[in-house]
């Protein structure tokens, strides 16, 4: 299994500001995920972080307001930009690449004012 | 389109006793992954089990297991013995190759266990 860290564990940030969360797993993967969860909601896919090329994201999130960057195969950031109170959630870093393999970091829990 | 539904928003259980969360799953893919996981109020997600689409006995790991049922495209997690710990938020979710390995989750179902 991986072992998954992410910083920071929670922030309190001011609408407009940028926060980078970052993910770091203890192995190299193929895959790695980043997953938002709005309060009192599931888990919806954002993105899937690619190394060395652009993420690939799904249906309702764009590139400008979610860049990722994914440099080595160890370590993956998302940057929530020009933040409003809606973007408070818990954000989820997970690997994966098989079908029995889906490990996630602790999340950043985010809170916008 | 792959779907999962938990139509189950909040359960109660009595403490000790035995309680079945339902998942059922829609997918075109014949091979694929099922999941539970468990989100205490500290927001981190626990994985509980795992199903494959191929595997013949229904996973069971401790005091969880997975009540896999192919034809009617069910995977109900079953957990028996409750224990105050166990009171939190319960996923389920599947993964597939055609889904890109991304895993899709359900709506979640909020277990109570009550002394």
């Known amino acids: 299994s991986a072992v998954i860290s992410q910083k920071p564990s929670r922030d309190i940030c001011q609408r407009g500001t940028s926060l980078t969360i970052q993910c770091q797993v203890d192995?190299?993967?193929?895959?790695m995920f980043w997953y938002r969860q709005q309060p009192g909601q599931s888990l919806t896919l954002i993105a899937t972080?690619?190394?060395?090329?652009?993420?690939?994201?799904e249906s309702g999130f764009v590139i400008d307001k979610f860049p990722i960057s994914r440099p080595n195969l160890t370590f993956s950031t998302l940057t929530v930009s020009n933040m409003s109170p809606e973007d408070s959630s818990i954000y989820l870093c997970?690997?994966?690449?098989?079908?029995?393999?889906?490990?996630f970091g602790p999340g950043t829990r985010l809170t916008v004012t | 389109a792959q779907k999962i539904t938990q139509t189950q928003p909040g359960m109660f259980v009595q403490e000790k006793e035995a309680v079945t969360l339902d998942c059922t799953y829609d997918?075109?893919?014949?091979?694929?992954?099922l999941f539970w996981y468990k989100q205490p109020s500290s927001g981190e997600m626990i994985f509980l089990i795992y199903?494959?689409?191929?595997?013949?006995q229904n996973a069971t790991e401790g005091r969880y297991s997975l009540n896999f049922q192919k034809a009617r495209k069910s995977a109900n997690l079953v957990i028996s013995a409750s224990q105050l710990g166990d009171s939190a938020m319960y996923f389920c979710?599947?993964?597939?190759?055609?889904?890109?390995?991304?895993?899709?989750f359900g709506a979640g179902t909020r277990l109570f266990v009550k002394a």
């Open positions: 997970s690997v994966g690449g098989t079908l029995y393999e889906q490990y």
């Open positions: 192995s190299q993967v193929t895959m």
């Open positions: 972080a690619n190394q060395g090329s652009e993420a690939t994201y």
């Open positions: 997918t075109s893919d014949p091979s694929y992954g």
């Open positions: 199903q494959g689409s191929y595997d013949q």
């Open positions: 979710a599947m993964s597939s190759n055609t889904g890109g390995f991304k895993t899709i």
